[in-house]
């Protein structure tokens, strides 16, 4: 049964809420009264069909379907949860909680606010307990945390399932043990902005060298081991400890201005916007978003390969689903890998080189071993299947942005030997063909050997399945043979 939620709220934030739950299957209803609000949610659900699936390494789930109403009742009707992205005004959000509870009274609704808290947001309600902070950070797509922040009106089991939902479309959920204005991440950053502002009032750097600072330095600490991590490194051998002692004077010292802000004017609303449209102002929003976003794919997947940070996160919502994709042998072959055609996957012609062939062909393989039980945790027990032979032949052309599907089919097995048969399509269409013959290994042995009986089990009603099917044409091919 497909899942609802309703956004409420359809600028930035609210466009990339709809965006994550979309692309994760669920179905988006959404309410804004803005006349331009579905060019904006098509824009940011456009760039985010480009980023997210790049994230992934088992299928994508099938798209949701979205649309727009135009009241809050018809876009809450049949949903499971409310996403409220409205402007950052309490009696404006207040009406719009009235309103969702008046039409559906026991929906669970989360706030997209920065800073108000659960308790001030539920003042006034008729369900006070169904009102939370589910706070994200722009892009919402990409980015996975929330926080998720109560008041003693909401009940564990609350709590619980906000935090369910979050891990459902792949967040982070970080659940706030104390209220607090702004929640963590804001209060966070509003110490490094109002320093910021400083820096630019005073004459110390420009925008873009503040940026630079972040960027070329410890915002790339930050990015993967935050600041008590990078800071017990600093402290080297000796630790946490160590670096509180050489460093704690300091907190002494007059290096910042946390509570002196300076002045909120027009020379202060210049003197940033001036300086920022020289440093980004050759570029459009919508590039900015979409640089911003490969940059982000980029980086996280790079900690996804090590397991470590947010790559973590994208780790463990690929097992969740992949645990949940059930295979009922049938004659079809399995897709299984769904991919984007990202910039570092092309060559100086613009098309996919062939290394990224064999590398979709390899998530797809690979996404066929975790299915049958084969994945990596048994790798890690001793055993894995190597590949011992590869035939791919080249079809079609794959560019920057296409959509590829790679689906597998079982050409043969038994109790050592994997013979199979990858599709890379594009539109339905195969743009590659890969034929491999897989080994089974004792890795310790160093030779061949029977796989796994819970192996086999999962493999062998796949393979009936599959031996039904016609053979590919291209399969048994050799190099050079004339296409028919």
């Known amino acids: 049964m497909t899942r609802k939620a309703a956004i409420i709220g359809g600028g930035v934030i609210g466009g990339g809420w709809a965006a994550r739950f979309l692309l994760n299957g669920w179905d988006v209803g959404v309410f804004d009264p803005d006349p331009e609000a579905e060019r904006k949610i098509a824009a940011v659900l456009g760039n985010a069909r480009l980023a997210l699936p790049a994230l992934s390494d088992v299928p994508m789930p099938p798209e949701g379907k979205l649309t727009f109403h135009g009241t809050i009742g018809e876009a809450v009707e049949g ?171 300091a907190l002494k010292w007059p290096w910042t201005k946390l509570m002196d802000v300076p002045e909120f004017n027009e020379d202060l609303v210049d003197l940033v916007a001036s300086q920022s449209d020289a440093q980004s102002g050759m570029y459009g929003i919508r590039e900015l978003e979409r640089i911003r976003d490969q940059n982000l794919v980029g980086f996280l997947r790079s900690l996804k390969e090590r397991n470590w940070g947010a790559g973590k996160v994208l780790r463990e919502h690929d097992a969740r689903r992949a645990a949940a994709f059930e295979v009922e042998p049938s004659g079809a072959p399995l897709v299984l890998a769904q991919m984007q055609v990202l910039p570092g996957w092309i060559d100086y012609n613009g098309h996919m080189t062939e290394s990224r062939y064999l590398f979709a062909a390899s998530e797809t393989c690979d996404a066929f071993l975790r299915l049958i039980g084969a994945g990596m945790e048994y790798v890690a027990a001793g055993h894995s299947y190597y590949t011992a032979e590869t035939h791919i032949l080249h079809l079609g052309e794959a560019k920057l942005g296409d959509r590829l599907t790679g689906t597998l089919q079982v050409l043969a097995s038994d109790e050592k030997r994997l013979h199979t048969f990858v599709r890379i399509l594009k539109d339905g269409v195969p743009v590659a063909t890969v034929e491999q013959m897989c080994l089974h290994v004792d890795m310790k042995a160093g030779k061949a050997c029977a796989a796994a009986p819970e192996v086999l089990a999962k493999l062998g009603p796949i393979a009936v399945a599959h031996a039904a099917l016609p053979k590919p044409e291209a399969a048994g091919r050799f190099t050079g043979q004339r296409r028919a």
């Open 79 to 249: 949903a499971e949860y409310v996403q409220e992205s409205v402007s950052e005004r309490i009696e404006l959000k207040k009406k719009i909680y009235a309103q969702l509870q008046q039409a559906n009274p026991d929906v669970l609704i989360g706030s997209s606010t920065s800073g108000f808290k659960a308790s001030d947001l539920q003042e006034g309600s008729a369900a006070p307990h169904n009102i939370i902070v589910a706070h994200p950070f722009n892009p919402v797509y990409l980015l996975p945390l929330s926080e998720v922040s109560g008041s003693p009106a909401n009940s564990a089991e609350t709590v619980e399932k906000t935090v369910q939902i979050m891990k459902d479309i792949g967040m982070f959920p970080l659940v706030i043990r104390k209220e607090i204005d702004a929640f963590i991440g804001n209060r966070f950053l509003e110490a490094v902005w109002r320093e910021a502002l400083w820096m630019l009032v005073d004459g110390v750097a420009t925008t873009e060298e503040i940026d630079e600072a972040i960027r070329m330095g410890f915002g790339l600490r930050w990015g993967q081991m935050g600041l008590f991590e990078t800071y017990r490194i600093a402290g080297g051998e000796a630790g946490m400890r160590h670096f509180m002692a050489q460093f704690g004077p």
